[in-house]
T-cell receptor, first 112, second 116 residues
Framework: GENVEQHPSTLSVQEGDSAVIKCTYS??????FPWYKQELGKRPQLIID?????GEKKDQRIAVTLNKTAKHFSLHITETQPEDSAVYFC???????????FGGGTRVLVKP | DVKVTQSSRYLVKRTGEKVFLECVQD?????MFWYRQDPGLGLRLIYF???????EKGDIPEGYSVSREKKERFSLILESASTNQTSMYLC???????????????FGPGTRLTVL
């Protein structure tokens, strides 16, 4: 089955700096890659996603890039703010497109 | 607004007990999912359902079963709870499956289960 690895497991950045989280996946047939954000004590929420026919997608301060050949994708957060502090999960769809496999999560701490 | 609710926020059970976790969504979503969340392991899929009375095993189904008798309700059952099933359990629903449009998964608040 699909295997998704996520790095780093924790990331501490100064407010205003950029943060980058990287994920690799194993199934070359995966075609959908969402990112979820989970604030402390809250439920995960989708923040951005990308499909395999697109190399990059941006939404304000967040962007996701996908390298299908290398089977990795990354989340970029620019101009980090304290409210960006959370756990971020990457995920990849199964070849059948019926389920997601999540990475282990990255705890991001933005220091004021 | 999609609302996904779970029957309990916290639950404490004893080893060997049968445990029921319930999830209800109010947006007429076809698909529902049960995950467990453990530190460093992310969200691991236990079971999912794409229609009433239909279920499919996820990545870690051992020790669990599910029931979906109505479209809005998806139950997770621990037939005989064990200490290694102590975890946070998250339910989710989506309009469509992972690969298609409208596939965002909406999560419930979670149930923190402790098995003693």
């Amino acid at each position: 089955g699909e295997n998704v690895e996520q790095h780093p497991s924790t990331l501490s950045v100064q407010e205003g700096d950029s943060a980058v989280i990287k994920c690799t996946y194993s199934d070359s047939a995966s075609n959908y890659f969402p990112w979820y954000k989970q604030e402390l004590g809250k439920r995960p929420q989708l923040i951005i996603d990308i499909r395999s026919n697109v190399g990059e997608k941006k939404d304000q301060r967040i962007a996701v890039t996908l390298n299908k050949t290398a089977k990795h994708f990354s989340l970029h957060i620019t101009e980090t703010q304290p409210e960006d502090s959370a756990v971020y999960f990457c995920a990849a769809s199964s070849a059948a497109g019926n389920k997601l496999t999540f990475g282990g999560g990255t705890r991001v701490l933005v220091k004021p | 607004d999609v609302k996904v609710t779970q029957s309990s926020r916290y639950l404490v059970k004893r080893t060997g007990e049968k445990v029921f976790l319930e999830c209800v969504q109010d947006m007429d979503h076809e698909n529902m999912f049960w995950y467990r969340q453990d530190p460093g392991l992310g969200l691991r899929l236990i079971y999912f359902s794409y229609d009433v009375k239909m279920k499919e095993k996820g990545d870690i189904p051992e020790g669990y079963s599910v029931s979906r008798e109505k479209k809005e309700r998806f139950s997770l059952i621990l037939e005989s709870a064990s200490t290694n099933q102590t975890s946070m359990y998250l339910c989710a629903s989506s309009l469509h499956l992972a690969g298609g449009p409208g596939n965002e998964q909406f999560f419930g608040p979670g149930t923190r289960l402790t098995v003693l």
